[in-house]
Each structure stands twice: as C-alpha cells, then as structure tokens.
C-alpha cells in the first residue's frame, strides 16, 4: 500500500505570493490533517478534513485554506504569503480521523519564502 | 498558550543505556497521549500511545509512562540503539466540538544515541 505523498516537496516563493500544496493520502483514508512544522513551534495544526468537509480547525489567520476532493485528496493554500509562512507542511491521513488515534504522515512540503 | 511541553530540547545517551524523553501537560481533558519518531527528511512515524485511564503501555523496547496527577508523561527507551536518534514528538488528543478531535504537538526532543 503506497504511503502519504506530499508535492512539491520543496517551494521557493516570494512575499506577496500565494502558494497551493498537494497530498494524496494512503487509500481508503477518508481524514487528511495538515500541520505546520517550525523550529520555535513545533507541528501545529492547521486543520482537518473528512469526507470533503472541514470539521476541526487550528489558531491560523484566514490566508490559510485548505479543501478536500471526493477521492480524498486535499489541497492547501496559503494566500498572501509572508516571510514567517517558512516551514515544513505536513499531511496526515487516518481511516477514520483523530478518534481512530493513528495518523499516517507525509514527507512534507519545505516552503521558503523570500 | 503551550499545552504540551517537551522541556528538553536534546538529549544525548550512550548505546545500550535508557533513553527518558518527559512532556508534561496542562490540560486536564486530553484523553489520549501519543509519541511520535521523526528522521530528517521524513514525516513523523507513530510509535506508541497510552489511554488517559491507564499509567503503562509498553511495546518492545518502549514504554509509556503517564502520570495524570502530575500530568506528567515519559517515553523509556531500553536499550537505547543508534537507529533511535531522532526527534521524539509528544502528542495529546482532546475532543474539539461535537465528536471530533484535536492534537496538540510538543516542540519536541532531539535524541541522540552515541555508538
């Protein structure tokens, strides 16, 4: 069974831009989480979906979205971006979501913004 | 507001001896506690979890201590090996409206087992 898959894997944008990340959980797995990972602050969570509908959501300003498709694929947007926006982004993927307690990760997107 | 702390951020021990990781949290709702493994370049790997209602949960080399009246949870690492160095992620889980929930990551603890 494939794993958690994360594109690009590294991302170089400027200030200003807007930046849109990929994950394709493993299959069968309807939740995808995102976190967002920092040398100060650790993972922190984004948000989650589950059968295409956000259903938890993290202490992050609004230029942060996120969106799943019907085959369980999520995207991530980050609007507007600003130089505190570098990180690695992780995605999640579980059968059934947190209740279930078990995520699965993805390597991550590097963002670095100029 | 940091909720679940790693207050180590390395820890360096020789192979073979015990490797102790500690987090402690604030939040008396958690109901689950998770450790997780990271290796450079790679996602965070589950590695064992304890229920709020129990104190131990071991698997193989690993157990998971928790003290609730302290609130206070460790990862015993026995015997400590070189493939273990890594950053060691704390996790709780608690519910977050309805029947859904949330994890809330320490910042982590850097291991380090030296041959």
Redesign the interface.
């Known amino acids: 069974k494939a794993g958690v898959t994360q594109t690009p894997r590294y991302l170089i944008k400027t200030r200003g831009q807007q930046v849109t990340l990929s994950c394709s959980p493993i299959s069968g797995h309807r939740s995808v989480s995102w976190y967002q990972q920092t040398p100060g602050q650790g993972l922190q969570f984004l948000f989650e979906y589950f059968s295409e509908t956000q259903r938890n959501k993290g202490n992050f300003p609004g230029r942060f979205s996120g969106r799943q498709f019907s085959n369980s694929r999520s995207e991530m947007n980050v609007s507007t971006l600003e130089l505190g926006d570098s990180a690695l982004y992780l995605c999640a993927s579980s059968a059934m979501g947190l209740a279930g307690h078990e995520q699965f990760f993805g390597p991550g997107t590097r963002l670095t913004v100029l | 507001d940091q909720q679940v702390k790693?207050n180590s951020p390395s820890l360096s021990v020789q192979e073979g001896r015990i490797s102790i990781l500690n987090c402690d949290y604030t939040n008396s709702m958690f109901d689950?506690f998770?450790w997780?493994k990271k290796y450079p370049?790679?996602?965070?790997?589950?590695l064992i979890?304890i229920s709020s209602i129990k104190d131990k949960n071991e698997d193989g080399r690993f157990t998971v201590f928790l003290n609730k009246s302290a609130k206070h949870l460790s990862l015993h690492i026995v015997p400590s090996q070189p493939g273990d160095s890594a950053v060691y992620?704390c996790?709780a889980?608690k519910l977050?409206?309805g029947?859904?929930?949330?994890?809330?990551?320490?910042?982590?603890t850097l291991l380090t087992v030296n041959p």
């Open positions: 790693q689950y998770l997780y370049a790679e996602g965070p790997t589950f979890s992620f996790a889980r977050s409206g029947s859904n929930y949330k994890l809330t990551f320490g910042k982590g």
